[in-house]
């Protein structure tokens, strides 16, 4: 037993060897601090050199492919490009995106980002905040129609949304067939209601995949700088806008809040009166798939948390974005 490699899940890569096999890739001058600093779902560690900060993200092995990572450090290349205000990744000393790490569990990938100026607006967005972040990601969504990717990246259809979280939510349930039963139910009513809603331009394309005010970061006179691309992908524009209405009414945001966000957003791209009437349904949809997402992982990493309360809040919250008055909250 003790000659043997015992098999990994998931492992924490130590500051000091990034500092010394994969930071040297970079152009960034001599490294002076390399601090992990958060679990998510990649690992991220902020790096200090003499001139700048950065972030260097390792992707789980278990969670994004060669080809997802690939997709997505190509798309905020191209946003950089088109002056879109992303924190965007380096290209190492030939040219690479990301350098492939060899880790105990398999394939992780690291990528080095430029540090998002500003901070995270404390206590949340104000309005004008909310109509800056509206009219980027409006911006983000007409200069990505031109982006081409050779990488595949899962698009976020209904099938991905709904289907495939039903498929990770529903053996917790199994011993609460009424919960179960009411879940199967809401993803099949939101599903007959977008089953033809277009999947073309205008109403498809790139999407950011995770806009909220906690992937952004503001300086003091609100320059906006957004960052966090893990769950981009094609899809539609109103499912972006829901996707943060999402976050904001689970977390408290005022409803002057997600006005300003929509009403900047619609200042740059016209949303129409077909994508206003399911935006609900989006809401719903984005909550699901979220809902799968932490699911999947607190099965890795917590899953002390998946308790009775874990899934009748969930199921509470689901029940809140259904009623009629889901915007009042």
């Known amino acids: 037993m003790t000659d043997e490699v015992f098999p990994v899940l998931y492992s924490t890569l130590t500051s000091k060897a990034l500092v010394s096999k994969v930071l040297p890739c970079y152009e960034i001058g001599s490294v002076v601090r390399c601090q992990f600093w958060n679990r998510g779902l990649s690992d991220v560690y902020l790096v200090d050199t003499h001139q700048h900060p950065y972030v260097l993200r390792v992707s789980h092995a278990h969670w994004r492919s060669k ?66 972040l509206g009219e980027t990601v409006a911006k983000l969504h007409v200069a990505a129609a031109d982006f081409c990717s050779q990488a595949k990246r899962q698009p976020l259809t209904l099938e991905y949304l709904l289907d495939n979280s039903l498929q990770i939510i529903a ?85 002057t809040i997600r006005e300003a966000f929509l009403a900047g957003y619609q200042s740059v791209e016209a949303i129409a009166p077909d994508e206003m009437n399911c935006l609900q349904a989006f809401t719903q949809t984005a909550y699901i798939w979220v809902w799968a997402i932490s699911l999947n992982y607190a099965m890795t990493h917590h899953y002390c948390r998946l308790d009775d309360y874990y899934f009748n809040h969930r199921l509470a919250q689901l029940k809140m974005l259904k009623t009629p008055e889901w915007q009042l909250f």
Do not use: M
């Not at 946003?79 to 790490?101: C, F, K, N, W």
């Not at 992780?108 to 995270?120: C, E, H, M, N, Q």
């Open 171 to 255: 053996p917790f349930l199994h011993h609460k067939p009424q919960d179960l039963a009411y879940l199967v139910e809401a993803i099949a009513q939101i599903k007959h209601q977008l089953e033809n809603f277009p999947q073309k331009p205008p109403f498809w394309g790139i999407c950011w995949g995770d806009p909220h005010s906690g992937n952004v970061h503001f300086t003091a006179d609100n320059q906006i700088t957004l960052f966090d691309f893990d769950q981009c992908g094609y899809g539609w524009r109103i499912f972006e806008i829901a996707k943060f209405f999402q976050v904001a009414l689970c977390t408290g945001v005022a409803r």
């Open 67 to 132: 080809s997802d990572i690939d997709f997505e450090l190509e798309l905020l290349d191209f946003l950089r490009q088109r002056h879109i205000p992303v924190a965007y990744p380096l290209r190492t000393q030939d040219g690479q995106l990301s350098v492939e790490i060899n880790a105990p569990e398999g394939k992780r990938y690291a990528a080095l980002f430029t540090y998002a100026p500003g901070r995270v607006a404390l206590g949340d967005l104000t309005p004008t905040q909310g109509k800056i």
